[in-house]
């Protein structure tokens, strides 16, 4: 089989096909084991990935989501498209633990990183999957 599947990437590069995608490098490698199922007969195994999986991107999703909905006193949504947060108030006190919790988060959506963390508020949270007076935020107009 490894010979197969080398065979088969070989030959997308001599024929100048696509081999390799930098944004999602098995994206060539699931076309491939999905042709070995349909050359076999086989059912594509629910398993059977068909897109990319980010988990790094969804695991920070879900850390700032949980930060943002369970701490909401770190957070100061403002009127100018801003979110200013209080990582102390995170429970991250040191620039490590900072840094490390603000790896997670989308490069674009800082605006500001040095003494205060401010974020870009509609890029956090379509990030988080929030939407301004909508669930979450209703509880906490007029606070």
Known sequence: MYQDFTLRISERIQHDEEFY???DYLKVAREIFRDYHTECNLEIPKWFSEHRFDDYNERGKKIWRELFI???DAFD???????????????K????????INNYLPTESILEDNTVLILDKKIFMDFIGEKPLRGFWRRWVGR
């Open 70 to 72: 369970s701490n909401r």
């Open 21 to 23: 995608s930098p944004d």
């Open 77 to 91: 949504v403002r009127n100018d498209n801003t979110i200013y947060v209080r990582t102390e108030v995170l429970g």
């Open 93 to 100: 006190k040191t620039k490590r633990e900072r840094e490390e």
